[in-house]
């Protein structure tokens, strides 16, 4: 699987920002696809996932009804949309995929920077 991140940039608090990961494989019915982001000094953290499948989604606390993760089946892509977008939301944004019953993500795409300024 190879994945391509794209959409991140500079957005003020409080702003919209859309990132798309874009999926070269044969079929993705078997993958979870997710989103990671690394911070400033930070470890890299996940922060939402999304089956491919059935589409079923999980999302960290801090990011619960602000972001949204969904897939475009036909375009093999996955949407993160962000809203309400805070400072501490400032990182480097990773889509990654993992086969079903897998552990660890097997696959990451390059990083997109996402900045918010305050």
């Known amino acids: 699987v190879q994945l391509q991140a794209s959409g991140g940039g500079l957005v003020q608090a409080g702003g919209s920002l859309r990132l798309s990961c874009a999926a070269s494989a044969r079929t993705l019915s078997r993958y979870i696809m997710a989103w990671f982001r690394q911070g400033p000094g930070k470890e890299r953290d996940l922060v939402a996932t999304?089956?491919?499948?059935?589409?079923?989604?999980y999302y960290v606390d801090s990011v619960k009804g602000r972001f949204f993760i969904s897939r475009d089946k036909t375009k093999k892509t996955v949407i993160l949309q962000m809203n309400s977008l805070k400072p501490e939301d400032t990182a480097v944004y990773y889509c990654?995929?993992?086969?079903?019953?897998?552990?660890?993500?097997?696959?990451w795409g390059q990083g997109t920077l996402v900045t918010v300024s305050s």
């Open positions: 990654a995929a993992k086969p079903l019953g897998e552990t660890s993500y097997n696959w």
């Open positions: 999304i089956r491919w499948d059935n589409g079923m989604t």
